[in-house]
């Protein structure tokens, strides 16, 4: 069995992985971060998967 740790889209996840939160949201409404919703209405994404979107697709523009 394999344990997958979700997170809840949010202030949480985003200071985790140093991004702004409206960014993480924005990746995730446009599908570019697989995501699913629960029942309450929160929306959480996989955690390894927001690292591997925060390495590979979110470059902030000082980095450039």
């Known amino acids: 069995m394999v344990l997958t740790e979700w997170s809840v889209v949010g202030v ?3 200071e985790y992985l140093s991004v702004p939160r ?3 949201q924005g990746a ?3 599908g570019r971060l697989a995501s699913q919703k629960l029942g309450s ?3 959480v994404v996989r955690i390894n998967d927001a690292k ?3 390495g590979k697709e979110y470059r902030p523009k000082s980095e450039g």
């Open 22 to 24: 409206t960014t993480l």
């Open 52 to 54: 591997k979107w925060a």
């Open 12 to 14: 949480w996840l985003a």
């Open 28 to 30: 995730v409404a446009d």
């Open 41 to 43: 209405g929160q929306t």
